[in-house]
């Protein structure tokens, strides 16, 4: 396949008949999306992932005061 480097593929296998016929055969369903979270780098052991998590959610926690601060600023101003 001629697609850029980088470019993430993957591959479903339907093991439902009754699925593969109706939809994918018949061609009613073309193709699906997916959605996730995925990391270009090696996941740490457990523990420092778990740590590192929940520093992040206390400085999204942080993130977010400082949002309503300045949207309150903002109104004052206006």
Do not use: C, H, Y
Request: charged share 35%; hydrophobic share 40%.
């Amino acid at each position: 396949m001629n697609v850029p480097v980088g470019t993430w593929m993957g591959a479903v296998k339907v093991n439902n008949d009754e699925i593969w016929q109706d939809f994918v055969k018949s061609g009613e369903v073309k193709g699906f999306s997916i959605e996730g979270f995925f990391l270009d780098r090696e996941e740490r052991p457990k523990e420092k992932i778990k740590d590192k998590f929940n520093s992040e959610i206390s400085a999204g926690v942080k993130l977010l005061k400082i949002k309503k601060l300045l949207i309150n600023a903002s109104k004052k101003k206006n």
